[in-house]
C-alpha cells in the first residue's frame, strides 16, 4: 500500500516535469525560428559593409564562398559582378587580386587548406582585413572575413562603336583604342537588349573568351560586365556574340581602365 501511495504521489511530479519539457522545447522552437527569420544572417551585415567600402566603383567584382551564400550586394539596377565558388582556393591568386573584394568564413582560415586562406589574408594591408561576426539580436551565422583590396576606374570609360562582323551570324565587333599598354588592367561593360544572349565576349586575335556576368537590368536593356582581365600586346578587337541582323546601335560596350587604389 505505501509504494502504490508513492508512486502515486510521484505521477504528478513526473507529468509537471514532462509537460515543463515539451512546453520548453516548443519555445525554443519558435523562438529559433523567429531569430533566423528577423535576425539577418552574417552574410548580410558582410553585404552591408561591402556596399559601402565599395560604393565609389561603378562596376564592383566581388568573390566569396560558399556559392549559396547570400551576401546581398544589389541595392539598384547597377549591381555588382560576383565570383561565387564552392572554394575561392580552386581560383588562381592572380584571379582573385583583380577583383574588388574576398569573402570566406573565418574557419577556412584552420583547415585544410588553412595556407592558402592565410595567404590570402597577408596579401592586404591589416586595415583591409575586416570580420564580420555574429552579435546578439543584430546578426547571426558563422564569423566571416573581407578582404577589401578595391580598384579604382583610371578614368572615364572608352565607348567602344560597334559595326556588324563580316559574317552576320558572328554576332558585332569593335576595335579597342589605340595606346593600351601590356599588363594594364581592363575590364568590359555591355549593354544589350533583353531578348539578347551569350554566355562571353572574345577578344582577337587569339580568341580569348571573357565571361559576362549579369549586373542588372534597365528598362529594356541588361546591363553585363566581364571580370577584370590584363591586356596583353596584339588585342585588337572585340567580338560581342548577337543575333542575325541586329543593330549595332541597340548595343552599348563600354571598356574601363584599372588602378588599385587603398581600401577605404
Known sequence: WLSRRQANLRRPTARLAACILIGGFLLFRSFSYAYRTL???TWTDAGNTLKTRLVASPTRHVA???AN???????????????????LAALPPAVLDLTDAEAFPLARTQGPQAAFYLNRRQRVDR????EIGPRLFRSRGATLLLLVHPGTPAGHPVQIGLQRSAAPQ???????PAG????EV?????????DADSAALTLQPGNRALPLQYAGRRRVKKRFLTPRFLYEAGMAEIDVPAPSGAFPRNFQVRLWRWREAGCR
Not at 180 to 183: C, E, R, S, T
Request: proline residues 10%; neutral net charge; glycine residues 10%.
Open 186 to 194: 581592363l575590364s568590359i561593360e555591355l549593354f544589350r537588349p533583353g
Open 64 to 66: 566569396y564562398e560558399p
Open 180 to 183: 593600351l599598354v601590356p599588363g
Open 127 to 130: 586595415e583591409c582585413v575586416l
Open 39 to 41: 535576425v539577418p544572417s
Open 69 to 87: 551564400a547570400r551576401i546581398g550586394l544589389s541595392t539598384d539596377w547597377q549591381r555588382a559582378a560576383r565570383t561565387a565558388v564552392p572554394s
Open 170 to 176: 558572328e554576332g558585332l565587333s569593335g576595335r579597342l
